[in-house]
């Protein structure tokens, strides 16, 4: 039995189809991108929603590339797209494309010149968009309106061949200049472009604007549900407009609905915006790891199952809203915490030298791989005199609310002894280089005495033996962007010819830092797509530099500290 609250409203909307008579064996969804550009965060609410809804009702999901524009379009986009459909774990059952129906279509568009109710139209785009007018007042007809049924065809035909140069004439339907829709008023069907297509290279020169083919695509296919971001909502009327035109009695007629897109704050999704990054070598590539599109968030290490997490916890609505990043960044933390292996690394290193150890004796302490499964079981480092901690875990003069090293105070070195700061040497600029402590014997960690166990250690210290570490490079990445929302004047600077200096109040400067770090001897054994929990510091993802020399890079995925609780907790209190 389904509970109709536990429903969001497109399944709702579904289990009254159903009600009303509609066979489950009918259902049947598309994932319909336009392979253009890789794939973001925004296209995962769609993918999760389509395929997910496939699951419930046992109903097929088709993945149609919806190439109707050969300018932008290659088959690495198509690829990179199939590749991250697969890594979010979803299998689509055909794979079609809309190029495969532009024979269908031109017929379709024939039919409609027949019938009186699509012309070819010699006016430029810019008087186009001007008689058009606003929603506020009728627009105007175009002097090529009442071109008789034969023209149209003979200069449709005309347009098919060749004849005609780009942006000299398109096909518009005839529908309703007066309309309160904006695209309504004599939409344009198809233009005039003389590119060579990823699959049908030249074998047309005109091609059907997106608005005429997604409905009738749908059609094709017998989609029973097409579902769509909010923005085409007022996209509706024209979609059922066109399948008036065409469909029969006797086949599923399919249903447009519209949910909200999946917007973050502190990022970008558009895809013009993200080739405009690459251009002005802000960013390497589509696969960057300080953009959301899928490749950028798998290449940073974010697992499928925390997206899908992600997009299950935000939910599906009409609603359209900015979701926090630090929600996105709960959920990596969060199943991170789960499957990574806890090491010790230090960032930025400062010499640790405990006075009253043996320089000759060399110690292997225990430490569990992770402690939130013991299947992961544990592991042994090495201990010694000269150790690294982080040059920012220790304060030569105590301060208050500083609870780590400082001279003549105590904290815990992971897994191993209590130890006391004593002295510091510092170099001829005042710097300190050297950290001179003690330690306690008989503190070791899960061996000490009744009466160790209850002196007040503030501190844990993370470190690594000098003797023993480990070199390793480290990327640590930051926003991208300074700003919280990425306004519209931001697309401004896009048709510039050279970056505007007030463009730099959006970027980050400092979005990625690349350090050598110092590791356990643990990390010898690490391998490209492992995920680790540096302690203390984050959790990181294991790639290569590129698949010639595969040279180890560890990369930053999310910071230990949690952003989303402390958002939740505040906003509980107000």
């Given at each position: 039995m389904i509970i109709?609250s ?16 509609f066979?489950t ?6 994932f ?5 550009g890789?794939?973001h ?9 389509n395929?997910e809804l496939?699951k419930?009702?046992?109903a ?15 088959i690495?986009f ?6 991250d ?9 055909q794979e079609?494309y ?8 031109y017929e379709w ?5 027949k019938?009186n109710?699509a012309?070819v139209?010699n ?7 001007i008689?058009?007018?606003?929603p506020f007042e009728?627009g105007?007809?175009?002097?090529y ?6 023209e ?10 060749g ?16 309309s309160s ?7 344009i069907m198809y233009?005039i472009?003389?590119k ?9 020169c005109?091609y059907?604007?997106?608005d005429w083919?997604?409905?009738l695509c ?5 989609i ?10 007022n ?9 008036d035109?065409?469909v ?12 909200s ?6 990022s970008?999704?558009s895809k013009?915006?993200i ?5 002005k ?11 959301c599109t899928i ?18 916890k ?5 609603r359209?809203?900015i979701?926090?990043i ?7 933390r969060?199943h ?12 930025n290193?400062?010499?640790?030298i405990?006075?009253?150890y043996?320089?000759?004796?060399i ?5 569990k791989?992770n ?11 090495p201990f010694?005199?000269?150790?690294y901690?982080?040059?920012?875990d ?9 609870f780590?090293?400082?001279i003549?105070?105590e ?5 191993a002894?209590?130890?006391?700061a004593n ?26 005495k009744k ?8 501190s ?15 990327h640590?990445y ?8 990425i ?15 007030n463009?730099n109040?959006?970027i ?7 350090i ?6 643990f ?5 490209k797509?492992?995920?680790?929990q540096f ?5 990181f993802y294991?790639?290569t530099?590129?698949?010639?020399n595969?040279?180890l890079i ?7 500290k ?10 509980k209190?107000?």
């Amino acid at each position: 039995m389904i509970i109709e609250s536990q429903l969001h409203f497109i399944e709702k909307i579904i289990e009254e189809d159903i009600k009303n008579g509609f066979s489950t064996k009918k259902i049947r969804f598309r994932f319909p991108p336009e392979p253009n550009g890789y794939l973001h965060i925004g296209h995962v609410k769609a993918i999760y929603l389509n395929f997910e809804l496939g699951k419930k009702y046992n109903a097929p999901v088709n993945l149609r590339f919806d190439d109707t524009n050969p300018i932008g379009e290659k088959i690495k986009f198509i690829d990179s797209i199939k590749k991250d459909i697969k890594f979010l774990g979803f299998k689509w059952d055909q794979e079609y494309y809309a190029s495969n129906y532009f024979q269908q279509l031109y017929e379709w568009a024939i039919e409609l010149i027949k019938n009186n109710k699509a012309y070819v139209d010699n006016l430029p785009k810019n008087i186009i968009q001007i008689q058009r007018k606003t929603p506020f007042e009728s627009g105007i007809n175009s002097n090529y309106r009442n071109r008789s049924i034969n023209e149209n065809l003979y200069l449709f035909e005309k347009m098919k061949k060749g004849f005609f140069e780009e942006k000299t004439c398109v096909l518009r339907a005839k529908i309703d200049m007066s309309s309160s829709n904006m695209n309504m008023r004599d939409p344009i069907m198809y233009r005039i472009l003389k590119k060579t297509h990823h699959r049908t290279k030249n074998k047309w020169c005109i091609y059907p604007t997106y608005d005429w083919t997604h409905g009738l695509c749908d059609y094709i296919e017998q989609i029973s549900h097409s579902l769509c971001s909010l923005e085409f909502e007022n996209r509706r009327p024209l979609y059922n407009w066109y399948l008036d035109q065409i469909v029969e009695k006797n086949k599923i007629r399919p249903k447009q609905i519209e949910f909200s897109r999946l917007n973050l704050n502190y990022s970008i999704t558009s895809k013009r915006q993200i080739q405009f990054l690459i251009n002005k070598k802000i960013i390497q590539s589509w696969k960057d790891p300080r953009i959301c599109t899928i490749s950028g968030l798998r290449h940073r290490g974010y697992t499928a199952i925390a997206i899908k997490n992600f997009i299950q916890k935000i939910g599906i609505s009409k609603r359209n809203n900015i979701i926090d990043i630090s929600l996105l960044k709960f959920k990596i933390r969060e199943h991170l915490n789960k499957i990574s292996t806890r090491v010790m690394v230090v960032l930025n290193p400062i010499k640790l030298i405990i006075d009253n150890y043996s320089s000759k004796k060399i110690e292997w302490v225990d430490a569990k791989n992770n402690p939130e499964d013991p299947k992961f079981g544990s592991r042994k480092i090495p201990f010694s005199k000269y150790l690294y901690i982080e040059k920012n875990d220790f304060l030569e003069k105590k301060r208050k609310e500083f609870f780590r090293l400082s001279i003549g105070c105590e904290v815990r070195l992971k897994n191993a002894y209590i130890i006391k700061a004593n002295s510091t040497i510092k170099n001829s600029n005042g710097e300190i280089i050297e950290v001179h402590c003690t330690y306690d014997p008989t503190s070791k960690s899960g061996k000490e005495k009744k009466s160790q166990t209850k002196r007040k250690i503030k501190s844990t210290l993370h470190w690594v033996s000098i003797q023993h570490s480990i070199p390793i490079k480290i990327h640590i990445y930051k926003s991208l962007f300074l700003i919280k929302k990425i306004d519209k004047n931001f697309n401004k600077y896009i048709n510039l010819k050279s970056t505007d200096k007030n463009f730099n109040k959006y970027i980050n400067p400092k979005s990625i830092d690349k350090i050598i770090a110092y590791a356990e001897p643990f990390l010898h054994k690490a391998k490209k797509g492992d995920h680790f929990q540096f302690q203390r510091i984050g959790y990181f993802y294991v790639t290569t530099t590129n698949k010639y020399n595969k040279k180890l890079i560890f990369h930053k995925t999310v910071s230990i500290k949690d952003q989303w609780k402390k958002i939740n907790d505040n906003n509980k209190k107000n």
